[in-house]
């Protein structure tokens, strides 16, 4: 009979366990989190590792989720400003492969694409303009120029950057030289 108890205490406590931690508890753990970078304080490295923790956590239980593609951009942008930039590009990139479809995924091939171009990984960081290009020819990025402006530009320092035709001042009836 003890051992029957002692079975049943078990069942109800991994049960409470496997309860807790649902698909909105963990997202609202990443939400925090994200919520925390938009303050002008210094970044609360516990709450953003917990929001880390929880978005990963979501992702393993829940990849079909509506919001996995949400989980995923959350998890990629907190461990970018953790510092973890490789894993931050390849969680990016990742939601391009897993949900195609996904609202992020012009954002996530821009942020993969600077994450890269910052480590010097020239060729993915192309790799991600050029996608970003071709499989979002009506992106605002693509439609202001900006992504060519990003490829023409690719390994020099900002400050060596031409001076866009459109950002030069003239005078009227002047053209730029």
């Known amino acids: 009979m003890k051992r029957f108890m002692f079975g049943l205490i078990v069942l109800a406590a991994a049960g409470q366990v496997a309860c807790s931690g649902g698909p909105a508890d963990l997202l609202e753990d990443g939400a925090l989190a994200m919520g925390s970078l938009s303050n ?45 930039h490789v894993d931050a590009a390849q969680n990016y990139l990742e939601i391009l492969r897993q949900h195609p479809e996904s609202r992020f995924g012009a954002k996530s091939l821009i942020l993969a694409g600077h994450i890269y171009e910052a480590m010097y990984d020239y060729a993915r960081a192309r790799a991600s303009y050029d996608r970003l290009i071709r499989d979002y020819p009506e992106h605002e990025f693509v439609t202001g120029g900006s992504a060519q402006w990003l490829l023409d530009n690719m390994g020099r320092s900002a400050d060596d950057w031409p001076v866009p035709f459109d950002s030069v001042e003239t005078d009227p009836g002047t053209s730029p030289q």
């Open 40 to 84: 002008e304080q210094p970044l609360e490295t516990e709450l953003i590792d917990k929001g880390k923790s929880s978005l990963e956590m979501f992702i393993e239980r829940h990849p079909n989720h509506v919001d996995a593609d949400s989980a995923r951009f959350m998890l990629a942008t907190l461990q970018e400003v953790g510092g973890y």
